[in-house]
């Protein structure tokens, strides 16, 4: 029940695309679903994070879908460049949950 | 610039060796946490605390051990009890734990000698 399902593993999208990464979870105790980024070598940062009494937020060319009766979220990349070539994470946690779930990434290669 | 400082960058560790990494935050965050990254397999928590001198076992606890003296630092120490500690270790803070972002780290790499 604390699991945070994320597809796919990876993914390949041409310059100018849409690319899209979808994740589960099954805790209707969370309240806190954010997306971070990793580049090598790097640590993740937190790009786009969505509270469930919301269905989409979106900003610049990101937007996170939250559909909460399937207990799933997703993230877009409009307009997507080779610099938005890393792996993406999805987490969910809850206030007073003390732990974040992670979801084991996608590695988004966008060719030029 | 506030943010969360691990070093050194890279490590090695002989056969029968503790290590200790080191994480050092100026975001005045309570709440600190170690993960451990392998390919294709995520975050794994190994630690975490929620204020000083407190400190909880995460998922993959064993062969770790940690210390929470100051709210600023959250050294981790892989002893030789960790069979297997080649791996990209990651440094976390939050403002509170759990129910917001996490700041992180740019990791620590750590390999067998």
């Known amino acids: 029940q604390q699991q945070v399902k994320q597809s796919p593993q990876s993914l390949i999208v041409q310059k100018g695309g849409i690319s899209i990464i979808n994740c589960a979870y099954e805790?209707?105790?969370?309240?806190?679903f954010p997306w971070y980024q990793q580049f090598p070598g790097k640590g993740p940062a937190l790009l786009i994070a969505?509270?469930?009494?919301?269905s989409e937020k979106k900003e610049g060319r990101f937007t996170i879908s939250f559909n909460k009766s399937a207990k799933q979220f997703s993230l877009h990349i409009m307009d997507s460049q080779p610099g938005d070539s890393a792996t993406y994470f999805c987490?969910?946690?809850?206030?007073?949950?003390?732990?974040?779930?992670f979801g084991a990434g996608t590695r988004l290669f966008v060719k030029a | 610039d506030g943010g969360i400082t691990q070093s050194p960058k890279y490590l090695f560790r002989k056969e029968g060796q503790n290590v200790t990494l080191s994480c050092e935050q100026n975001?005045?965050?309570?709440?600190m946490y170690w993960y451990r990254q392998d390919p294709g397999q995520g975050l794994r928590l190994i630690y975490y605390?929620?204020?000083?001198?407190?400190?909880q076992k995460g998922d993959i606890a064993e062969g770790y051990s940690v210390s929470r003296e100051k709210k600023e630092s959250f050294p981790l120490t892989v002893t030789s009890a960790q069979k297997n500690p080649t791996a990209f270790y990651l440094c976390?803070?939050?403002?509170?734990?759990?129910?917001?972002?996490?700041?992180f780290g740019d990791g620590t790499r750590l390999s067998i000698l």
């Open positions: 976390a803070s939050s403002m509170v734990a759990g129910g917001g972002p996490q700041h």
């Open positions: 605390s929620q204020i000083v001198n407190d400190f």
């Open positions: 975001l005045n965050h309570d709440a």
């Open positions: 805790n209707t105790a969370f309240d806190y």
């Open positions: 969505i509270r469930p009494d919301v």
């Open positions: 987490a969910a946690c809850y206030t007073g949950g003390f732990k974040t779930i």
